[in-house]
Every structure is written in C-alpha cells, then in structure tokens.
C-alpha cells in the first residue's frame, strides 16, 4: 500500500450545503444540481441539523445564491 493522498479531493459543479449536528464543527457537505432540489434538501434538514448554504460551485470556487 502506498502513502494516502494530500490533495483535496476537486468539488463537482453544482449548489452545496453544509450539514451538521447541533453545536458540532464539521458536518458533510450535500450537492443538488438544481436551486429547487437545494430548497428541498434544506427543508428536510433543518428541523433536527445545522444546515448551512455554501453556494454554487464552479471550477472549485463557490459563489453565493441570491434569494438564499
């Protein structure tokens, strides 16, 4: 077996949560290819995690979403 890797793995393009635990510091971050299937995801979590919007991703770079 080799050595693990140090490169951050590349984050596909698209819209990205943050989900957490309640009061904890990391969480696992969610993609949805649409703003409506984002809406969704953030419904479902929001009543029992710490949900935060990252926003939109391309080329590894997140940009906010207006309305959010």
Known sequence: MGRPST??????DGYYIE???KNKN???KIRRDT???LKLAI???KNSKD?????KST?????PIPGL
Do not use: A, C, M, W
Request: proline share 4%.
């Open 7 to 12: 490169k951050p793995k590349d984050l596909r």
């Open 19 to 21: 989900v957490r635990n």
């Open 26 to 28: 990391s969480g696992v």
């Open 35 to 37: 703003v409506e299937q």
């Open 43 to 45: 419904e479902e979590y």
């Open 51 to 55: 949900v935060i919007v990252l926003g």
């Open 59 to 63: 080329n590894g770079k997140f940009t």
